[in-house]
């Protein structure tokens, strides 16, 4: 079974915080992703990555930066939280192969304040 | 830009009857899937379809898609409880399993 862990399931911080959010997948897979979850609005893709160290900003990358140093850790950084910031989060991960599916975690859900 | 649209954007429906949830996106895709949330839980895969004509069934759900009319549905036969939850479609446009999501379709099955 393919596992997606997030490292906290609800966060709260303060305006102006630096956020970490941590992803891991225990599958080998290539492709990362974090997206934000709002209501009415869907899911948004934040950003992604293809592989260690690669990176490619989604549909709504502002204010928002990602690290992968390992292939199964892909980490979500909020520089400077801001209130329009809170919003469930989640991460999801798949094959290579471009017809996979993705699989997600549980999300994260953030309450900046 | 690529646009996915569902409708309804929420349905209630009685235990036993039929309906069907729309996705209608805006470009060329031949990749197209479904995706399950219950409340306050992350999402589950339910369907890949990836040709034209596709249809896969799980249960009492069936899925299909038509690339021509850039239209998937999600047809659900005699509704049980179980299955209220919020439906996701989400289209690949062909740039390295990068998906564009629907706004989802939250549907109610009341006794």
């Known amino acids: 079974d393919v596992k997606v862990t997030q490292s906290s399931r609800y966060l709260v911080k303060r305006t102006g915080e630096k956020v970490f959010l941590e992803c891991v997948q225990d599958m080998d897979h290539e492709n990362m992703f974090w997206y934000r979850q709002d209501p009415g609005l869907g899911l948004r893709l934040i950003y992604f990555?293809?592989?260690?160290?690669?990176?490619e900003k989604g549909d709504i990358p502002e204010g928002y930066s990602v690290s992968r140093e390992k292939k199964e850790r892909f980490s979500l950084i909020l520089e400077s939280a801001s209130t329009n910031q809170t919003s469930m989060y989640l991460c999801a991960s798949s094959y290579g192969n471009e017809a996979d599916t993705q699989y997600f975690g549980p999300g994260t859900r953030l309450t900046v304040l | 830009e690529l646009k996915v649209e569902q409708n309804p954007l929420f349905l209630s429906m009685q235990e036993g009857k039929n309906y069907t949830i729309y996705c209608n996106y805006s470009?060329?895709?031949?990749?197209l899937y479904w995706y399950r949330q219950d409340p306050g839980k992350s999402l589950e895969s339910l369907f890949v379809l990836l040709s034209n004509g596709a249809v896969k069934q799980e249960g009492r759900l069936m899925a299909s898609l038509d690339t021509k009319a850039r239209l998937s549905t999600l047809h659900i036969t005699a509704a049980v409880h179980d299955l209220s939850a919020t439906y996701f479609c989400?289209?690949?446009?062909?740039?390295?399993?990068?998906?564009?999501f629907g706004t989802g379709t939250r549907l109610q099955v009341t006794l």
């Open positions: 990555s293809y592989d260690v160290k690669m990176k």
């Open positions: 470009t060329t895709s031949d990749r």
């Open positions: 989400a289209v690949d446009p062909g740039t390295a399993s990068k998906l564009t």
